[in-house]
């Protein structure tokens, strides 16, 4: 069983910083694409940040060039810095990893962690 731990939400000022973690158990964490999801209330949930399996990135236009996701196959672990915080990026972010095996996805998310920047 795959499990995902996020840490590192907090309250911030607008214009601070932030990394998330993101600790996930099992021994294939290198074969996971990872990424970072988020939700506002009232709002879906929408991916923030992803990485593939072999560290190629892509992010939402929103955070281009103030997020930065990397990941740590010897810790298992996917970090997303997060600087010059708006009060829009207020949310819940989520951890997520997938894998495609011989054609099935699987999924696997963690509890969430809150973010809230204040204006």
């Known amino acids: 069983q795959v499990q995902l731990v996020e840490s590192g939400g907090a309250l911030v000022q607008a214009g601070g910083s932030l990394r998330l973690s993101c600790a996930v158990s099992g021994s294939i964490f290198r074969m996971y694409a990872m990424g970072w999801y988020r939700q506002a209330p009232g709002k879906q949930r929408e991916l923030v940040a992803d990485i593939s399996s072999g560290g190629s990135a892509n992010y939402v236009d929103s955070v281009k060039g103030r997020f930065t996701i990397s990941r740590d196959n010897a810790k298992k672990t996917v970090y997303l810095q997060m600087n010059s915080l708006e009060p829009e990026d207020t949310a819940v972010y989520y951890c997520?990893?997938?894998?495609?095996?011989?054609?099935?996805?699987?999924?696997?998310w963690g509890q969430g962690t809150q973010v809230t920047v204040s204006s």
């Open positions: 997520n990893a997938r894998l495609v095996n011989e054609g099935v996805t699987y999924n696997y």
